[in-house]
């Protein structure tokens, strides 16, 4: 018997064990996926040793998730790869906001607040107010659609990683719009951050010299009946790391200001000391098919 020395036959062998598979999506999924490994692995030459290490830093990638942390999202982010698909799949009507990727930290439900309510419950921050509608896309007001909201505090970190430091729920908010589609809620200015660096993912950045910096945002997921629903940030317009975003997420539409606002009676109909920072932000919902 010859040896097939560029490896197609192996190839070949592989695509045809996939052919039985019940699930047509689940064959075309696996069948790329084979072939583009081993078209990767044959256009590198990748060596035994190296394939090796690239399962040992897969199998720590899957020991350093938890019920807190996602390290293989984070994986997925830094690659770019979570905003390509969401950038393949995140084509909307015109005028709906765009989306953009889920991040890793949104991994404990956010409480039930109600509008107006303060997510930075340990008040370290710059005062905030964020404020819009939902909508649909063709301007109608969303009664009833609810707001999941997520961000970091003004040091750069998320409750899940600083457990006993931050309060169980800071920064996180889950808020039903009112009858003209409004929502609104307290908060501070968040402040730019490295994801977490001390897992195999930070060692790739390393690695590659690439910064682990995401600019200043707020996560926010808007549902509402009969509607798609979106998953979006905003971004603190002016912020650092917004033309080098360590999972390139920030879009354009998305970088909204925060602006100065000095105006009493405002602060008074927010319950927030005057000045303050505001942000507006509507969140427009395409409808379902």
């Not at 317009?237 to 405002?266: I, N, R, W």
Request: hydrophobic share 40%.
């Amino acid at each position: 018997m010859t040896t097939d020395a560029t490896g197609t036959g192996v190839t070949e062998q592989a695509l045809a064990s996939l052919q039985g598979a019940a699930d047509p999506r689940l064959r075309e999924l696996l069948t790329g996926l084979v072939r583009h490994l081993h078209d990767f692995a044959r256009e590198t030459r990748l060596t035994q040793q190296e394939w090796e290490r690239a399962i040992a830093f897969l199998t720590a990638t899957g020991q350093a998730c938890t019920d807190t942390r996602q390290e293989f999202i984070l994986l997925s982010d830094v690659l770019g790869l979570s905003m390509l698909v969401e950038t393949v799949h995140g084509h909307r009507a015109p005028g709906a906001t765009e989306s953009t990727v889920l991040g890793p930290f949104h991994m404990t439900e956010s409480p039930v607040r109600a509008l107006g309510d303060d997510i930075d419950l340990a008040a370290g921050g710059e005062p905030c107010v964020v404020s819009g509608r939902v909508l649909s896309e063709d301007g109608t007001p969303l009664a009833g659609a609810v707001v999941d909201v997520w961000q970091a505090d003004d040091k750069g970190y998320y409750d899940v990683q600083q457990p006993g430091v931050q309060p169980a729920g800071n920064g996180r908010g889950l808020f039903t719009a009112d009858s003209e589609g409004r929502f609104w809620f307290r908060t501070c200015v968040p402040a730019p951050y490295p994801i977490p660096t001390d897992g195999p993912v930070g060692g790739l950045l390393r690695a590659t010299g690439r910064h682990p910096y995401r600019p200043a945002h707020i996560h926010f997921i808007a549902t509402a009946e009969g509607h798609a629903p979106v998953t979006t940030h905003i971004f603190v317009a002016g912020g650092d790391y917004l033309d080098s975003d360590a999972v390139f997420a920030v879009k354009e539409s998305l970088v909204q200001d925060f602006t100065e606002t000095d105006d009493p009676s405002l602060a008074r109909e927010f319950g927030v000391a005057n000045p303050f920072r505001h942000a507006r932000f509507d969140l427009v919902l395409e409808c379902a098919a």
